[in-house]
């Protein structure tokens, strides 16, 4: 049995779930919400729905009654009356009182889920979507009212409208609209200030500026015209740069395909919305389309048509020298930062870091190797920075270096300077991105490293063994089961191997992750006799303070907070933060690079 929920599923799930598993497996979908719990389920095996019609959300679970309200044809708000719901939202009453209610004669309490829903012809509930502007957007749910006001809150927008998209891989994403003030407002400059004051997932990907709104014949706002991306085309399609060749016009095509709107080559990928997700799926694309195989990080280099038409006719020709990194703002005066991927082995998260440095600061960023596909020798951090260091030693023959590294990129970059040192070389700057080192099995997830609070008397000392006994039984019952998945995966990737010789193109981000997650490991770094710097999230306590690097930091260790969440540190705000705590350090290291290289060359 397969449960799934939480997102709406869509019928190619289904079929894909036939195709992948057993016969006789069955797959369930709750629906449900964290007010009312699950409210309905359906069961979707093999003949119980057609093939290509919405899937059912089923009936209502026992002791739940589930009925449609404000019906406008055949579509109407999802209720759930039940004893089993929340008690409302802790200091909010107001909130509570607009969407629970409690019957006088009965004593039953109801929950207006804010979902729209309708009945099919046996009677099964599908869900169509909200009804108060309410999206989700990478599992988290999202007010688009929210972004609005917050776009509106910036002097130089006029009038603005967000709109949630769904491409047709899947995903939904965030689209803003906007139109000045007065005079002109820019793009980018509106995404960044809105990153500010918003969480990485309520920012929209695009952002299109339009000279007026289109409005209907009544005034309002005429969102249709806006969804159907006729706006954003028109207002766009005059100022398309056109392909000029035919690399340029195979890639067009693809970025149209992947982006569903027009694209010129001088347009960036990143400001048309494109991400890490559909980056994969272009460079799959390319490989099979022009038969050339570029990493992720290509697109940090060249994030245009005409950038990365140029670059694929380097690779052809065997012009292109770096084949693990890519340098981007390279400057003939100032040695590069030397960045190492994190788990994943992708450099596209660095790229927020280096808009918000500029183009004053050179960034050297390191890819895996892994992504080609093929059966690499490398197993171990140690044999991927020797990989590096050799790269490292090409791009700038002498020392002092600058080296960093996100999460896994770190040990990358520690191991990097332990080899660099060993040669010989100095290292000016060892900067770890919220790194960790020693912590027990190398979880932050074990309860037994959560920090907790001494017990102060005999219950507490039971109450808190009693539920730490519980808690890290689970764990390992969770780790047990990830750990096999990890093996049938490996399997997997043997088996390709074999077979094929490599790993299939649209397998590689999950083969290339589960490589990392290899090498990280088996990693134990030994003492480091030089300074490190340390970026720690501030709201992350699960982890000590230090990170670990007081045991490994022999020659000093400095740290900086960084307010917000690991996973977070590459986005606005926070990314703002660790790029102005950074830029006067590499400031200060290339000061003290450049007078050791002046005392070498005097001697």
């Known amino acids: 049995v397969l449960g799934v929920g939480g997102e709406r599923l869509a019928p190619g799930d289904v079929g894909l779930a036939r195709i992948l598993l057993p016969q006789n497996a069955h797959l369930l979908f709750a629906c449900g919400a964290t007010e009312a719990s699950i409210w309905s389920w359906s069961r979707l095996d093999a003949g119980l729905i057609d093939e290509g019609s919405a899937v059912p959300v089923g009936f209502a679970e026992a002791g739940k009654t589930v009925r449609i309200v404000d019906v ?131 920012v929209p990907s695009r952002i ?104 694929i006719d380097e690779v052809r020709s065997g012009r292109f020298a770096t084949p693990s990194g890519h340098t981007i703002n390279p400057r003939s005066d100032r040695p590069p930062l030397f960045v190492a991927y994190p788990l994943g082995g992708s450099g596209l998260r660095y790229r927020p870091f280096a808009e918000a440095l500029g183009d004053e600061f050179p960034l050297h960023i390191f890819e895996a190797p892994w992504w080609d596909g093929g059966s690499s020798e490398l197993r171990t951090i140690k044999q991927l920075a020797a990989l590096h260091v050799a790269e490292i030693r090409q791009v700038q023959t002498e020392g002092p270096y600058l080296l960093a590294g996100y ?89 390709d191997h074999r077979r094929l010789g490599t790993v299939p193109k649209r397998r590689r981000a999950q083969y290339v992750y589960d490589r990392t997650v290899e090498v990280a490991r088996t990693y134990r770094p030994v003492p480091y006799q030089g300074q490190v710097t340390l970026f720690r999230c501030t709201d992350d306590p699960s982890v000590p303070p230090d990170r670990g690097w007081s045991a490994i930091a022999r020659g000093g260790l400095e740290i900086y907070d960084v307010p917000g969440r690991h996973a977070d540190l590459f986005f606005p705000p926070a990314v703002m933060t660790l790029a102005s705590q950074a830029s006067p350090l590499i400031r200060d290291a290339w000061e003290t690079g450049s007078e050791e290289r002046e005392l070498q060359r005097l001697a």
């Not at 990143?270 to 570029?294: H, K, Y």
């Open 72 to 202: 406008e044809d055949g579509v109407g708000e999802i209720v759930v009356t039940s004893r089993y719901l929340s008690l409302g939202y802790w200091g909010r009453q107001e909130d509570t009182d607009r969407v629970f209610s409690v019957d006088p004669s009965t004593g039953e309490r109801s929950y207006r889920t804010g979902d729209l829903g309708r009945l099919d012809d046996q009677g099964r509930l599908i869900v169509v979507g909200r009804n108060d502007r309410m999206v989700k957007v990478a599992g988290k749910r999202v007010q688009l009212d929210a972004i609005e006001h917050a776009l509106l809150a910036d002097e130089q927008v006029g009038e603005a409208a967000v709109l949630a998209h769904q491409r047709s891989n899947g995903t939904t994403t965030l689209v803003g609209y906007v139109t000045p003030s007065s005079g002109t407002v820019e793009a980018r400059v509106v995404k960044e200030r809105l990153g500010r004051d918003l969480p990485p997932y309520m």
């Open 407 to 495: 999460s896994m990129g770190g040990l990358i970059a520690l191991e990097m300077a332990e080899q660099l040192t060993a040669a010989g070389q100095k290292i000016a700057l060892l900067m770890m991105f919220d790194t960790y080192v020693g912590i027990r099995g190398g979880h932050t997830s074990d309860p037994r490293n959560w920090p907790m609070a001494p017990p102060t008397s005999f219950g507490h000392r039971l109450l808190r063994r009693t539920w730490l006994t519980w808690a890290t039984q689970r764990f390992r019952v969770e780790l047990a089961w990830s750990k096999t998945a990890f093996r049938v995966r490996r399997l997997r990737w043997w088996l």
């Open 208 to 311: 299109v500026v339009l000279a007026v709104m289109p409005r209907l014949p009544n005034g309002k706002l005429d969102r249709r015209t806006l969804a159907d991306h006729r706006v954003s085309a028109d207002a766009r399609s005059s100022a398309l740069a056109q392909p000029t060749d035919d690399v340029e016009r195979r890639l067009v095509r693809i970025w149209q395909e992947l982006l569903e709107l027009p694209v010129g080559i001088d347009d960036d990928f990143f400001d048309l919305g494109g991400d890490s997700l559909l980056a994969t799926e272009m460079l799959v694309a390319i490989e099979d389309d022009l038969s050339c195989s570029l990493t992720p990080a290509a697109l940090l280099q060249a994030p245009t048509v005409a950038a990365l038409a140029r670059l």
